[in-house]
């Protein structure tokens, strides 16, 4: 059954387990994930690489066909599908399965796609296309966002992050998040630190560094430090950036002290955390405990009333603090 990405919510159908999201707008394909199907569904997720499944394809339908005491609904993802999962997920669509949804994640697929046929063809299952972004879909996105997280910018800082993305919904978002770390320090923010904090090219760009240091990734820090040293105009962005970062990884590691499903934990984060931030968020997680987290928050609260005091020896006490944590 075919419908467009804008009816998926009202069409959306809970006696249809099969859902086939393809094409380009990958950003789009997570939002109606995150934003429809994921809470109109089971909260038990499992997450799959499509060479996963070839390769293990019993444990897979077994996973299916067998019910749990504890996990009576499934909700099962599968990234980066191409024609090769076709057989697999023919035979399960035509045996009979129960509280279990499959969401197949996929690129472009041709016309004469066997699994875009499959789909399109068959009453029990769904599938919606998901087209290029453009500058109106991309605007009105800013805008939500901003109203959603209460940040305000201007109408030109919104034009220089739409020409950012280049039509790719899954850039604006990332260079969103970035705003939203800033934003809940202050929830009106300049031109000049937005250009500053979603530079990706040139001058070194603020987030990946703050990420590596906390990653404590030595190596890649230094290289940022030496190519493009520090900012002094930088600074203060540098510090709000680690400590909303911090308090994420806060939140996070409390979290799992009382669940202990890192997967489930960041799938279900807000705001989403993406599959390319995933390992990184999950190496800085493994090298920090909650306690060095508070301690490294409470430093960086002090190093900012430091810099502010002392703005002539900033630069030095930033680069400190930076190289004392890798």
Known sequence: MIIKSFELQKKINKDINFYLLYGVNSGLIEESIENILKPTFS???????ELQIIKKSDEFKELIYNKSFFEEEKLLIINRATEKIFPIINEIINTKIDKVKIIIKANILEKKSKLRNLFEKNKKTIIVAYYEDNYRTLLNFIENFLVKERIRISKESINELINKSMGDRLNLINELNK?????????????????KLTNSSGEYNISELVDQCLAKNKRQTMHILNENGVNDENNLIIIKTFLSKLKRLKKIKTELEKFNNIESILNSYKPLIFWKEKDLIKKQLSCWKLNQIKSSMQKINNLEWECKKYPQISKGLLQNYIIENI
Request: glycine share 4%; proline share 0%.
């Open 43 to 49: 909260k038990n997720v499992y997450n799959f690489e």
């Open 179 to 195: 705003i939203s770390l800033i934003g809940h320090e202050n929830k009106q923010i300049n031109n000049e630190t937005i250009s």
